[in-house]
């Protein structure tokens, strides 16, 4: 039997891409319940999403505009789901 898999669609935006990015190198995850972003405050995995938007920005953007949009993202995501029940 021939089995395919499913194919993510094409990332549309530099916000988009800075996501993808961030989940990629784990600073970022998804709330299992609600589906919101949480900044899961590793140093390390945001100097590895930096260091990918520097290193291999998307086509037609500068590595500085690709930083800039990774720190952005970082800057509007908090580091709790607003739809969790606090602890």
Known sequence: M??????????????GWAIHVLQEAGAIRECEEHGWM???????ARERAFDIARVDPP??????AAAA??????????????????D
């Open 2 to 15: 021939l089995m395919t898999s499913e194919r993510r669609p094409p990332i549309q935006t530099l916000r």
């Open 59 to 64: 086509a037609g953007v500068s590595p500085d």
């Open 38 to 44: 949480q900044d899961r405050a590793d140093p390390h």
């Open 69 to 86: 949009e990774v720190r952005d993202v970082l800057n509007s995501i908090g580091d709790t789901c607003p739809e969790c029940a606090p």
